[in-house]
DNA sequence: ACGGATGCGACG
DNA sequence: TCGTCGCAT
């Protein structure tokens, strides 16, 4: 599964850092009474006291475990204290746990490559401040070390037998004879420990970290010692670790790949991979696997710290366990809705903290099927281009399942659900976003550039054409193949529920009134927002509700800046095949990002990335106030233009689409800007420019 | 079918 | 590509 990657003597410095029960300390940092008790979390009380999603050090103690019972838990733990998920639309709310994992990431991102791992952990690639740290100011000449990096457990080493501990990590921090890896370890301890107590001291979050020469080996250790506490791996304790390390224990090898080997191969520690041969892997479990395996069995993991403080996708969802299971589509139309408010509250705070756009929505749904006791089957993941704008979203989800429906029941067969309702129900539900990809807005003279431009509120209602036009206008790296799915289709009828929905058929505009209206009437639980008109869809301002970092904010006062700016500024891009740029590669302007940005308080790596071929077309309103909301209405209107100054044809292929979205007219760039631009990206630029005057792939 | 809500990567 | 699957926190 995991790709492999060469690497004969790997001396990076990798930490992996882990924050400590983590949802736990996001509690008690908001009710500090709770601090030092028996604590955990729960979601949803309602049933035997919810299940615990974490718990802290001094619960563990009673044997309080994960995914007990709040009622369990009381039993080995009576004084527990069970804090609950916060609850918003019905569903768990854990944007209280992202955002304080991003900032932590933001303080570990400080000194190397960071990687977001999870909500609560990440890779650092700290090998190149620790070969500064080897050269400017070497650990062995530092009469002081940290009393943070004294409390390291270095593994091989004789601690933990009484002797004074501390003084030993101290000589192996301070020996001048240890080997050059050795070395690089030492300066990764004090970073790592410095990095932790910031950590601390910014956040009050205790963390525990791993440092090793590669990944896998980071995280193993940063789990070998916990709460608070950092773990080393010098290469000479790999083999020994590694030998009686049970194979589950390895990530990747915790399902049934692990269990594959323990079973089929007799293999029970990781060591225990070493007597067969790279070939024997790669026979039985696939050519990366294979190779993955005989790698990781000698402590080799070539992986590397991808640089990426943002998640690549955002979701919300909620299971409808057994007797709960949605029988109607009015039901489901209800939670789509609420599962896509969120999501849309998601994209918009990313939108305006990290300016990326998100370009996929996908639909997930379990269902079960009582028609012959033969449920369990697969209800079909459908997904089509993300439109902005909550009622847009709920709109598209919803055709998305209708879609998914169909698939789902013609299956078994159209028919059945005519006389008696259909006997599917819906165990789960869940929409993301994916393929986000940053704003381009690279350089000071591209951005005043762009002009970010206020538009007046124009009705949300869409026409057929307009909901496939818009799909691909800003667009990701080569997308843009999407069926007819988020095509407005003829409703399913299902007799005797949903009776509005039967009468929908004429138009988006009228559907989506009965949407909202119903929402007005059943969704009491969502606070914010009360005025529904019809065309507005959503009218409470994303920013408001954020507790968002305060580093994206700076870059949004800057954007708020060149949204006063009434002028316009619109360009389409036209590109050919061949000739696309590349999220990475040899972009002399992606390389040039990467040389001039490597610090820089925001989570927002846009300039690592820039240059998606996409193009800034956002407009904005009054300040930022209403960013979310413009974004979608100016997506239509641009497609608006397009259609009418271009004359396309909206029945088009695929590749189309794909031409399309990447193209621009290079006739509307001002050619005096591109002179500002720095000499490599002048080069390049000027290498599009020539062959792109060509004819339009248009009609 | 009460182990929920998310998120990532690889496969075909 | 999309959709499915595995694995993870
Ligand atoms: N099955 C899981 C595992 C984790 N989490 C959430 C809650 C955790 O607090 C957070 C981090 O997961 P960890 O595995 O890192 O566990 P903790 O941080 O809670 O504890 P530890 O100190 O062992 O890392 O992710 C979750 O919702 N569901
Ligand atoms: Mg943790
Ligand atoms: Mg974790």
Redesign the pocket.
């Known amino acids: ?3 492999a990657k060469p690497e004969s003597c790997d001396s990076r410095v990798i930490a992996h850092i882990d924050m400590d029960c983590f949802y736990v300390q996001v509690e008690q940092r908001k009710q500090p009474q709770l601090r030092g008790l028996p604590t955990a979390v729960v ?2 009380n309602e ?1 035997k006291g919810g ?1 615990l ?1 974490a718990v802290s050090y001094e619960a563990r103690k009673f044997g309080v475990k994960r ?1 007990m019972r709040g009622e369990e838990a009381k039993e080995v733990c009576p004084q527990i204290h069970l804090v609950q998920v916060p609850v918003a639309r019905g ?2 709310d ?1 944007n209280g746990y ?1 955002n304080a994992g991003s900032e932590v990431m933001s303080i570990l991102a400080r000194r190397g490559r960071c990687e977001r791992a ?4 990440v890779y650092l690639d700290l090998t190149d401040a620790a070969e500064t740290m080897l050269a400017e100011a070497p650990p062995q000449h530092l009469e002081a070390i940290d009393e943070e990096a004294l409390k390291s457990h270095i593994l091989g080493l004789n601690n933990e037998d009484g002797s004074d501990v501390k003084e030993i990590v101290r000589n192996w921090i301070h020996r001048c004879h240890a080997d050059h890896r050795d070395k690089l370890l030492a300066c990764g301890i004090l970073i790592v420990a410095e990095l932790r107590m910031q950590v601390l001291k910014e956040t009050e979050f205790t963390c525990s970290a791993g440092i090793a020469h590669n990944k896998m080996l980071a995280k193993l250790a940063s789990g070998m010692n916990k709460p608070a506490q950092q773990t080393v791996v010098p290469f000479s304790s790999v083999q020994g670790l590694l030998n009686s390390l049970p194979i589950r224990k390895m ?8 269990m594959s080997l323990q079973i089929d191969m007799g293999v029970n520690t990781v060591g225990d991979l070493l007597q067969f041969s790279e070939e024997k892997l790669q026979e039985r479990y ?1 050519l ?2 294979g190779t993955w395996l005989w790698n990781i069995a000698r402590g080799i993991n070539g992986e590397a710290v ?1 640089g990426r403080l943002l ?9 409808f ?4 299971a949605l029988k109607t589509v009015s039901a489901v139309q209800h939670w789509l809705n609420q599962l896509c408010e969120e999501l849309s509250e998601r994209l918009c705070s990313d939108l305006e903290q990290n300016k990326r756009i998100a370009h ?1 929505l ?1 639909l997930h749904a379990r269902a ?1 099927k009582s028609s012959d006791s033969d ?2 089957k ?1 209800f ?4 089509c281009p993300l439109r902005y704008g909550t009622a847009k979203i709920q709109e598209d989800a919803f055709n998305l399942f209708q879609a998914g429906l169909r698939e789902y029941i013609g299956l078994y067969g159209v028919k059945s659900q005519g006389s008696h309702y259909s006997r599917w129900g819906i ?2 539900l ?1 929409v ?1 976003a994916s393929k986000i990809v940053p704003i381009p807005s690279g350089t000071c003279s591209i951005v005043k550039y762009f002009h970010w431009q206020s538009s007046s509120h124009f009705s949300s209602i869409q026409s057929a054409e307009n909901l496939r036009m818009d799909a691909t206008h800003l667009s990701p790296p ?2 843009e ?3 007819e ?1 988020g095509l407005p289709e003829p409703k399913i009828h299902f007799p005797g529920e949903d009776s509005w929905i039967e009468d929908t058929t004429p138009g988006l505009g009228l559907q989506e009134q009965k949407i909202n209206v119903w929402k007005d009437e059943d969704l009491s639980c969502s606070p914010s927002k009360k005025k529904v008109d019809g065309f507005t869809e959503d009218t409470s301002p994303l920013l408001l509700s954020g507790t968002q970092g305060c580093l994206e904010q700076n870059q949004n006062k800057q954007q708020r800046e060149f949204s006063k700016d009434e002028s316009r500024f619109k360009s389409e891009y036209r590109e050919q095949k061949g000739t696309r740029l590349k999220n990475k590669g040899t972009s002399s302007i992606l390389k040039f990002f990467k040389s001039c940005n490597p610090s820089g308080t925001s989570l927002s790596q846009e300039h690592d990335r820039t240059v998606q071929g996409t193009d800034a077309q956002l407009t904005n309103g009054a300040g930022f106030q209403s960013s979310c909301h413009n974004l979608a209405e100016l997506n239509e209107v641009e497609v608006a233009k397009e259609n009418g100054t271009s004359s396309h044809s909206y029945i088009r292929d695929q590749d189309e689409w794909r031409r399309e979205a990447w193209s621009y007219n290079i006739n509307e760039i001002d050619p005096s800007v591109i002179d500002e631009l720095p000499m490599e990206i002048q080069d390049e630029i000027q290498a599009w420019l020539r062959p792109r005057k060509r004819p339009n792939n248009i009609v």
């Open positions: 599964m995991p790709v979601q949803y049933w299940a999603i995914s569903k768990a854990l992202r999870s909500i609560d952990e990530k990747q090898l915790g399902g049934k790949l692990g696939g990366n696997t991808e998640p690549k996708s955002h979701g919300s969802g909620k299971t366990p057994g007797p709960r996929t996908t079960y449920s369990e697969k079909p993941s459908k997904s165990t789960s869940s993301s080569g997308n193949s999407y069926s799915v």
